[in-house]
């Protein structure tokens, strides 16, 4: 499944919220300009990264800082997983 956002708000930080409810549910690849780019805190569970020419499993309280332009994508490695993204 192709997992949606919940935008968030917190005072002057923007962002967005990702649930990965099964095992291999995606978030496909993409990428950010300098407006819309972003950290990535996986807040639960763990996720697979792609991104460019490297492949990253990442746990809860990992923190990934892609830059600008960076083509990524993110999938769910565990049921549950939660990724929150955070506008710089």
Do not use: C
Not at 14 to 21: N, V
Not at 24 to 39: M, T
Request: proline share 6%; aromatic share 8%.
């Amino acid at each position: 499944m192709i997992v949606s956002p919940h935008l968030i708000e917190f005072g002057n930080l923007k962002g967005a919220i990702y649930d990965f409810p099964e095992i291999g549910d995606i978030l496909p690849k993409h990428n950010h300009d300098d407006a819309s780019a972003h950290i990535t805190i996986v807040a639960k569970g763990k996720v697979k990264i792609t991104a460019g020419d490297w492949v990253y499993d990442a746990e809860a309280g990992k923190v990934i800082d892609l830059p600008a332009f960076q083509e990524h994508e993110f999938v769910a490695l565990e049921p549950g997983s939660r990724i929150v993204n955070i506008v710089k």
